[in-house]
């Protein structure tokens, strides 16, 4: 089943993680255009060719990917990601913002410079993409779109060593509500995914912790932590025509991780 037949869907900080597995799992539900965001250092930029590589070796033929390397927290990158999509495809149709950065630390002794780029990179950057490509979609013919801000589960409740990263991901919650109010008359909607412990690099240290990794599993209802792939599969239905109603709705995608309290 073709979900995104012919979408060009632009995802931010897709050379792994979360970005990565919605690359793909777009490229596998038919999008003719990928726009991959990365940030653009040596690491990164190797993970993109293999990304790359992954998408035309296992997806459909007629997937073409343009490759937007930059830091996120910098207004311009958000420029030339449009710049870049709109000469290579002509339209965006599905934006997934999710580069974040996430380094635990404790509260008390926090740097400012940690709280500065945390909130730079998660919801500055969030701001200036969501802004660009919304200009963008209001433009285009036929008008319209769908954008994806990845929030967390940690919009909603707290954790010991992110007193600087759960108020991004409650702002990009509220900045997809506005947004969806704020867009609606341009067929523009506006969603977010809040998933809950997927493991990726941005947890790795905080996982490695074999007592927590525990605690963290027990606390799910599905008995196991997430995988990237896990929210690549809502991120698509929220993307396609099959959630055409669907805007300003928030959806957890934890293992049932929220709703266990005891
Ligand atoms: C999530 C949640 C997870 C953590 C990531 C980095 O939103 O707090 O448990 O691993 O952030």
């Not at 635990?104 to 400012?112: K, Q, S």
Request: overall charge neutral; aromatic content about 6%.
């Amino acid at each position: 089943m073709a979900l995104l037949a012919n979408k060009i869907v632009c995802i931010t900080g897709s050379s792994r993680g979360i970005g990565r597995a919605c690359a793909v799992e777009s490229a596998r539900h038919g999008a003719t255009g990928l726009i991959l965001h990365y940030f653009g250092d040596q690491e990164t930029e190797a993970e993109l060719q293999s990304l790359k590589a992954e998408i035309y070796a296992t997806t459909h033929d007629n997937c073409r990917v343009v490759g937007v390397p930059g830091d996120i927290a910098d207004s311009g990158t958000s420029q030339q990601i449009v710049k870049a999509g709109v000469e290579a495809f002509g339209r965006i149709d599905v934006l997934v913002s999710n580069a974040r950065i996430c380094p635990f630390a404790e509260f008390l002794t926090m740097p400012h410079a940690t709280w500065e780029r945390t909130r730079q990179v998660n919801l500055d950057g969030s701001f200036y993409v969501v802004q660009a490509v919304a200009n963008q979609m209001k433009s285009q013919v036929p008008q319209g779109g769908s954008i994806i801000g990845l929030a967390s589960i940690s919009a909603l409740v707290g954790g010991e060593f992110q007193c600087h990263y759960t108020p991004t991901k409650a702002g990009i919650l509220s900045m997809m509500q506005s947004c969806a109010v704020a867009l609606g008359k341009y067929n523009i909607r506006c969603n977010a995914i809040l998933p809950g412990t997927i493991v990726t690099d941005i947890n790795k240290e905080d996982l490695a912790n074999e007592k927590k990794r525990g605690d963290m599993i027990r606390r799910t209802a599905l008995g196991r932590l997430g995988a990237p792939e896990d929210v690549a599969g809502p991120m698509v239905f929220l993307a396609s025509d099959l959630a055409k109603y669907v805007t300003g709705a928030q959806l957890l995608v934890d293992g049932g991780l929220f709703v266990n309290l005891q």
